[in-house]
């Protein structure tokens, strides 16, 4: 890791607010973007707590949350956060059918509702826009208030996925990446 960790007796107040408020919520711990973020206390707050919302309080079902991170996880390539949220989207009833076609980079078969997630990040994260037709499919599904969550999901993770690979956050000991094949 290319930033050093800080332990929390040297942490200055606003970084021990920030370590503090991780470590109570729901995640229970440090992960290692908001240690990342914790020498810039200013981004790591607001990060942390949008963060926060978007794993926990989404209106999203979290298998479809989870979904939408993979997604993400394999645009960036950013090794971690695939490992880490591989689990997760299982935990949360993803198929693993569903991961590997992620894996593979290939669309994976899912109801329309779960469709209309997929084919709105794929569309934002390889084009960089979304069709009306494609707009509209999420809005019938999740509501407006879908729609945002999802936006902010993945410009969150794109945020995750930039801070695992600029700091060369790797996995844990004992731990080995998949090889995430890249984006087409």
Same mark, same amino acid.
């Given at each position: 890791?290319?930033?050093?960790?800080?332990?929390?007796?040297?942490?200055?107040?606003?970084?021990?607010?920030?370590?503090?408020?991780?470590?109570?919520?729901?995640?229970?711990?440090?992960?290692?973007?908001?240690?990342?973020?914790?020498?810039?206390?200013?981004?790591?707050?607001?990060?942390?707590?949008?963060?926060?919302?978007?794993?926990?309080?989404?209106?999203?079902?979290?298998?479809?949350?989870?979904?939408?991170?993979?997604?993400? #996880? *394999? =645009?960036?390539?950013?090794?971690?956060? !695939?490992?880490?949220?591989?689990?997760?989207? @299982?935990? %949360?009833? /993803?198929?693993?059918?569903?991961?590997?076609?992620?894996?593979?980079?290939?669309?994976?078969?899912?109801?329309?509702?779960?469709?209309?997630?997929?084919?709105?990040?794929?569309?934002?994260?390889?084009?960089?826009?979304?069709?009306? #037709? *494609? =707009?509209?499919?999420?809005?019938?599904? !999740?509501?407006?208030?879908?729609?945002?969550? @999802?936006? %902010?999901? /993945?410009?969150?993770?794109?945020?995750?996925?930039?801070?695992?690979?600029?700091?060369?956050?790797?996995?844990?000991?004992?731990?080995?990446?998949?090889?995430?094949?890249?984006?087409?």
């Amino acid at each position: 890791m290319r930033l050093p960790a800080i332990p929390p007796e040297a942490m200055t107040p606003a970084q021990r607010s920030v370590y503090d408020a991780t470590v109570a919520g729901p995640r229970g711990r440090m992960v290692p973007p908001v240690a990342a973020w914790l020498h810039s206390p200013g981004v790591a707050g607001p990060a942390q707590q949008l963060g926060q919302h978007i794993r926990y309080e989404s209106s999203l079902p979290r298998a479809w949350n989870e979904m939408a991170i993979l997604l993400v #996880a *394999r =645009h960036w390539g950013a090794s971690y956060e !695939w490992y880490a949220h591989k689990r997760m989207a @299982l935990e %949360a009833g /993803l198929a693993p059918g569903v991961v590997d076609e992620i894996l593979a980079g290939r669309p994976p078969a899912l109801p329309a509702e779960a469709a209309a997630i997929y084919d709105y990040v794929v569309s934002l994260l390889e084009k960089r826009n979304v069709s009306a #037709a *494609r =707009h509209e499919a999420m809005v019938a599904h !999740w509501g407006t208030a879908g729609v945002v969550d @999802l936006v %902010a999901l /993945l410009g969150y993770y794109t945020l995750v996925s930039m801070t695992l690979n600029a700091f060369e956050i790797g996995l844990p000991p004992g731990e080995k990446a998949e090889v995430l094949p890249p984006v087409a």
